[in-house]
């Protein structure tokens, strides 16, 4: 099959489609406070991502492995690594907070 070529605008709309099918989650931190008024106007737009939501911070092929990583974060708070392989399947693993 062979491993797609990096392509951050496909990876943007993979996670788009995701999430308006109710595929994508994210856990929130610990000690999150869902009463906050911030935290509230955040946790609606994760309702709503968009591609212009999705900013890519790395994106690069591992030749040690032979996989696309693509790291990337939703809303400027909740960073994901996505690991594409050559049979087409890929890995979501959610990294970290930024913190404010």
Do not use: C
């Not at 605008?9 to 999150?32: M, Y």
């Amino acid at each position: 099959m062979g491993l797609p070529k990096l392509d951050e605008n496909r990876i943007k709309k993979l996670v788009v489609e995701q999430n308006h099918t109710d595929k994508f989650f994210a856990k929130l931190p610990k000690g999150f406070n869902v009463n906050d008024k911030s935290n509230q106007k955040l946790l609606k737009k994760w309702s709503s991502i968009t591609e212009d939501d999705i900013s890519m911070e790395e994106v690069e092929y591992s030749e040690k492995h032979n996989v696309n990583v693509y790291t990337f974060n939703i809303h400027e708070f909740f960073r994901f690594g996505f690991v594409e392989r050559e049979d087409g399947t890929i890995d979501v693993q959610q990294l970290s907070f930024i913190e404010n």
